[in-house]
């Protein structure tokens, strides 16, 4: 990660940085100038969640990832309406932009209703509405009605939409053992004929998939086979890889969601980080649901994938404190498939973090090293102070510009009694 000292970021008036470099060089303006004293850093991208799903944090939180979703996330979501989507996903974006998380990559149903609670908060998603077979979720409808709505989504609005293109869409088929193999290779050929992200669940625990494997060895050779990969494509978690998989994912040039937190949670297994960077798999990180997280702390994300990749391999420097920020960040943008975000750069979106430096945390902030270390390792979301999305302040000094957070959290907590009745 590179450091560059006394600088200005310029925004052009479409919410795009117009300019990053010194200030001796920077081009004169008339625009209105934003002082501030500390670090400016792109947003970090959140590469797979589940936010809605804020609603239910702390159900069933030391069970197993099959167990915890048949008995408590499945019956609980069948509870859940539209304006509880919102709630939820209002919740958890209040708490991402206040840690710095400028862009998520959600997974979820009822998804305009996620896309309500984007744009009135106004963070940016790459959401991709879920597809699945699973109990209590045939309210939905059937998986062809909901791949065929998210096609009828896309061909509608575009693949993005909205102020400063903060709504992007893309298709979520959930995973290999909650869907029919014919859904995952419908959907796929309709995502890379709209150069839309597919985004979905690979070998995530041991036994999730034992049907799939039995057939045709592992998800990703089940998906080489049938023709899926080849467009842009997301692997949530991807624990449970042999070498052959790591190789099927390089080849086809799949990206990954590493998701520490949730993955230890839930005792899912420790990811082959070491051996996917090796491989040149694009990789970011993500939180997963804040249900089994449980929280959407990018900065702990940094740190546990950091920890378990050097405890994994018996290296301390198997990921570096640059390497962790660099995942969070234009790792998770790539991993998105996109160039625009992740990044303080000419051409890409203005959606720009300020992280104060009085803070004990900093001991020499004046080295450039040191400053990267300490941000990673010890300041993380407390020192964020400030957020811009497009150009525009939606967190100043700590609070939220656009949403009463008194109301978000009332919101929040009406749902979670409403599950619980």
């Not at 597919?198 to 041991?206: I, N, T």
């Not at 920890?307 to 920020?325: H, I, K, P, Y």
């Not at 150009?391 to 008194?406: M, S």
């Amino acid at each position: 990660m590179s450091v560059l000292r006394d600088a200005v970021v310029d925004v052009d008036d479409d919410g795009r940085i117009a300019h990053v470099g010194p200030a001796d060089t920077a081009p004169t303006t008339d625009a209105p100038v934003t002082r501030v004293h500390g670090l400016l850093m792109p947003g970090l991208v959140n590469t797979h969640a589940h936010t809605p799903l804020t609603v239910l944090r702390g159900l069933g939180g030391d069970l197993p990832l099959m167990r915890w979703l048949t008995e408590v996330v499945w019956p609980a979501e069948a509870k859940l309406d539209g304006a509880d989507v919102r709630a939820g996903m209002l919740a958890g974006t209040a708490e991402m932009l206040r840690g710095g998380v400028t862009t998520s990559a959600e997974m979820y149903f009822q998804a305009e209703h996620v896309a309500e609670a984007v744009l009135e908060i106004g963070s940016r998603v790459l959401l991709t509405p879920g597809i699945i077979t699973a109990p209590g979720m045939e309210r939905l409808g059937t998986w062809e009605q909901m791949r065929d709505a998210v096609s009828a989504w896309i061909d509608a609005d575009g693949l993005r939409s909205g102020p400063g293109e903060r709504l992007e869409l893309g298709y979520g088929p959930h995973a290999a053992y909650t869907l029919p193999t014919e859904a995952i290779v419908t959907t796929a050929a309709l995502a890379r004929e709209r150069g839309a992200l597919m985004h979905l669940h690979v070998a995530e625990a041991p036994g999730e998939d034992d049907a799939v494997r039995a057939e045709f060895g592992s998800v990703p050779a089940m998906l080489e086979r049938t023709g899926s990969l080849g467009g842009r494509v997301l692997a949530a978690h991807a624990i449970q890889l042999s070498d052959d998989d790591i190789a099927i994912l390089a080849r086809h040039d799949v990206a990954v969601a590493h998701c520490p937190g949730s993955n230890a949670k839930l005792a899912a297994g420790v990811a082959r980080v070491a051996e996917l960077r090796t491989a040149g798999v694009r990789m970011g990180l993500g939180t997963d649901s804040p249900a089994s997280n449980d929280d959407l702390d990018m900065w702990e994300e940094q740190r546990l994938a950091s920890l378990f990749a050097r405890q994994r391999g018996a290296d301390a420097t198997a990921l570096t404190a640059g390497d962790a920020l660099a995942l969070a960040t234009r790792g998770g943008a790539a991993a998105l498939g996109r160039d625009d975000l992740g990044t303080l750069t000419a051409g890409a979106w203005a959606d720009v973090v300020h992280v104060s430096l009085d803070d004990l945390a900093f001991v020499d902030p004046d080295d450039d090293a040191q400053l990267v270390s300490n941000l990673v390792w010890a300041s993380g979301a407390r020192g964020v102070r400030d957020v811009w999305v497009a150009g525009e302040p939606v967190l100043a000094d700590g609070d939220l510009t656009r949403v009463d957070p008194a109301e978000v959290l009332a919101g929040a907590r009406r749902v979670g009694a409403k599950v619980k009745s």
